[in-house]
């Protein structure tokens, strides 16, 4: 079990917290004054550090971040950039290498919901593109670290069906090594495709 | 097929069912149980000796019914296992004084009365479904007269006809005078893509057999007759096409439309009216046989093994992947991948690519030796627990086990959870922590985007997978829509609680936007079958309390949806624009009153 003594009170006394803007090259820039929210951030409740970054995914750009994490001693980062769908794993990765727990990241997501869908109204993007790293703030200040659990697991697959698709499926697995259980209803495996005569496209028999 | 027989690392369970299966992903511990052959597989070399001294003659399964076995007898010529086996509800000899003429004939001794049905236990890491298909039944409606006229075929029966090793081998007789027909008819869509007979779907492969059933025909008999009544040809794969013009350049005819009549005339041959949708006119066609090309239903066991499973079946009955481009041999539940038919109909090459991709699937989950679970995890606070069982009524994942008369606190299975939150957002005494979506994490984020000019401001809540990929999807497309609203992010949608709803209101939200994938979309099983009804009953409560049950929307976006996303951002900019301040004032006083 991950956390039950840490309550979010603890988490929040220890919060050091450092705020990358995203510029994406022009992708945000353009729309986003970057630069603006990332001045404003810096006075956000538990931000230690806040900067507006080139491209924060790029070798440079990640090692300005842990950079920025070693030497504030930082315990949790918000990287305001594209979506965490495309770029979580990238910064969890990251994060790993600055010793932290991959958990005590947020990501605001000023592209694709923001500067992106936003194109004619930097001002209005702006402002929430503000809104966006304040949340995220706030919601990083109460994050805890989390740990994988790693479980047993029995290398044996079940193939339910002995028809042309559970054979191919059976025959891949143990020709890699790996045990197989074939559990067919009928007395012989062969399915369907044993009662076909010749097969399209080929035109060859079946079996 | 011999293979699969001699792979050292394969065991093969014949006559066998998974009757039921517990556990998890990487730890399911299976039950089988294996149906007695009567005859020793390990044993039996297949010499036959057996067969001759049997007495009981039964039509045999595997050629249709159209040439006959014994009761003890082999599946067919090619069988794996190549083992014999007994058919005991047709074997007079249980009892050996009645008959057991087997008995004396094996002379290894292989054949054993006692034999009794076994209950297997199997240790498993991952599964693969390929339960295959079930043909459609033809004799349920009598379609094209199939029950009526010996000369109706089904395109199964056909197969063994033409098939050297059938019963007429390979000689396409016509079953009344077991002559060869001079013209053969064949129909198509027999069960498919109707919604009156059979199913609606098309069943993807019964065209292009066809096609190749004439080819057989014509290269062995070139003046055979062919005609084929169809729908439409879908000719639509690699090479298909070719096949398509290959028949119709050794002159099989294909007409437009499908028969209304099958009339059998005094030679046994048949009559077929058909309105022909190419010229308009109505036709009739004298052939001495039908083949009806039979369309595919999922197999019997779907839904049993879909329930044993947890696993999701979409419209048609097949099983649900859980993402039809990123995972599409994927079940939603982790482990369980899906090959063949049993996901949907296709031919022998998209089911043996989809095998593979399975097999590939599987490996890539247990090559570690150990797997690792995500800590988005629920948590049980064991003091606030009530023993209510809510939560693990919701659980789509039945990760979740307490004993309400023992008192037993819920608990919850960390392997098996999928960190949907559902039960968090459905327990109402607190007692459940959704680690990394907690209340205090999200309610963080409603209050931070309030504090200013809430009035301006829509709160969406979107869940990882659909809608909040929907909105991204807006974002790589440029669909411009306007700048108010703001996306918390969920899992799924059937975290969002009644309290982070409730908590917008007070804090002056204008409108508030529950997001999710559709109903039977859902990455999390059915979860967002919980977030509906709640928001239903939501809304239902804030009317009762004087607030506009409007304001509380709920919307299903897909990822693929951006453009429907921008749209429903102008929908809910509207609305917002609906809403006055003296309204959410209004509201911000009602909610404070009723804290009081
Ligand atoms: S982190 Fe995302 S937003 Fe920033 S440069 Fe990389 S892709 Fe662009
Ligand atoms: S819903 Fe809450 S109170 Fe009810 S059993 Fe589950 S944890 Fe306990
Ligand atoms: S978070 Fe979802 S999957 Fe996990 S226990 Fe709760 S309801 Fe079940």
Redesign the interface.
Known sequence: MQVKSMTSADSEKQARIGVYVCHCGLNISKTVDCAKVAEVSKELEYVVEAKDIAYACSEPGQKEIVDGIIDNDLDRIVVASCSPRLHEPTFRQMLQKADLNPYMLEMANLREQCSWVHMSEPEAATRKALDLVKMSVSRAALLWPLFEETLPLTKRTMVIGGGVAGIQAALDLADNGYEVVMVEKNPSIGGTMAKLDKTFPTMDCSI | ?T???R????????????VGIKGY????K?E?LKRA?YVDESECTACGDCVKVCPVVRSDE?N?GLSSRKAIYS??P????SSY?INVNECLGHNPSVCSKCLDACDKKCIDFQMSDEKIV????????????E?YDPKELDEYGYTRYENVLTS?EF??L???G?PSQGEPIRPTDRKTPKSVGFIQCVGSRSARRGSEYCSNTCC??T??SS??LKEHYPDIDIKVFYVDIRAF????E??YMRSKRYGVQYLRGLPGTVEELDDSSLRVAVENTATGKVEYHDLDMLVLALGMKP?K?TQR?QEMLGLQLNPDGFYLEAHPKLQPVDAATRGIFF????EGPK???E??T???A???R??R????????????TS?I?EENCKFCGKCAEVCPYNAISLNKEKKIPASVN??ACSGCGTCAAECKFDAI?M??F?D???N??T???L?EEPES?IVVFAC?WCS??G??????S????P??A????TMCSGRVDEKFIMRAFEKGAPVVLVSGCHIGDCHYIDANKWTEKRIIKLQGKLEKIGIRPERLQLEWISAAEGMRF?DVMRQMEDLRKSVSSEEIAETIEILENRKK
């Open positions: 097929m293979d699969v027989g792979h050292p690392n394969i065991k093969m369970l014949t006559m066998s069912e998974v992903v990487g730890n399911f299976v089988i052959r595997f249709e599946p067919f090619q069988a794996v296992p086996l199997e240790e498993i890491g991952t599964i693969i479904v390929a339960t295959g298909l043909p199964l197969e063994r033409v098939n050297a059938g292009m057999n096609v190749k080819l057989v794969g690699k090479g298909f070719d096949l197999a066991s093994l090959a063949g038919c049993a031919d022998i090459k089911s043996v989809q095998a593979s399975a097999s590939v599987a490996i989950l247990m090559h570690k030796g150990e797997i690792s679970a995500e800590p988005i948590e606070i960390t392997a922590i680690n990394h907690t205090d994490q999200i963080s984020q209050d931070a985007m504090v401001k990882n909040y990929a909105a991204d999807y807006a974002g790589v440029r669909f411009q829509y700048p108010n703001r996306l918390i992010r921008a």
